[in-house]
């Protein structure tokens, strides 16, 4: 078993190797992903290889942007290959970045799928509260003011990984082991075996 752990910025970015699976564990922010991240990346699909699993722990922005960064390059790069194989393509240009490895799962609880039609209002609401909090005078609200409002800045972004994994965009599964459903949600008693897939 191999883990390599990224430079993320303030979040984190792992990849573990082991026994032909590679799995990415959040993607850090988006420099840091492009600094750090996307050549090592590269290297994989250069040497034919795929990243089996994309798990995504949770929404915040630390975590999802270097993930959407990896898939803005995917989608950069098959715009480039479409235009390329057009009559007069050979003008469009290599996008800057390598191309990112095959992702053939991804694990995401998007916040449009844990609230549904409620995300904007949720959304507003965590930053209104984000602002009550932030004028308190004991620190630990003052705190939670913090993580309320990156949580609704980061609203957005989760939404933004649902649509561009979409059958309609990247054709990414999403959740498959687990009907489509959140990843969370599983039988009792049934260990979810990481390999399976």
């Known amino acids: 078993m191999d883990l390599t752990i ?32 996307a050549s090592a990346l590269g290297a994989l699909r250069s040497n034919g290889e795929e990243l089996d699993l994309l798990y995504v722990s949770h ?52 916040f449009k799928d844990q609230v549904d039609a409620n995300a904007g209002e949720i959304e507003e609401l965590l930053a209104a509260n984000a602002t009550v909090l932030e004028m308190s005078n004991r620190q630990e609200l003052r705190d939670e003011a913090t993580l309320q409002r990156e949580l609704a800045e980061s609203v957005p972004e989760a939404i933004e990984l649902s649509e561009r994994a979409s059958p309609e965009q990247l054709g990414i599964s999403v959740n498959r082991q687990f009907d489509g459903r959140l990843a969370l949600v599983r039988p009792s008693g049934r260990p979810i075996k990481v390999g399976a897939f």
């Open 59 to 110: 929404i915040d922005q630390d975590h999802i942007s270097g993930v959407l960064q990896l898939m803005d390059d995917e989608l950069a790069w098959r715009v480039f290959r479409s235009q390329r194989g057009r009559a007069g393509g050979s003008r469009a240009r290599e996008p800057r970045q390598p191309r990112p490895p095959k992702v053939r799962r991804l694990w995401h609880n998007a």
């Open 6 to 37: 990224f430079h993320a910025g303030k979040g984190d970015c792992l990849l573990l190797r082991a026994n032909g699976t590679n799995i990415l564990v959040d993607g850090g922010m988006r420099n840091a992903y492009r600094e750090h991240v």
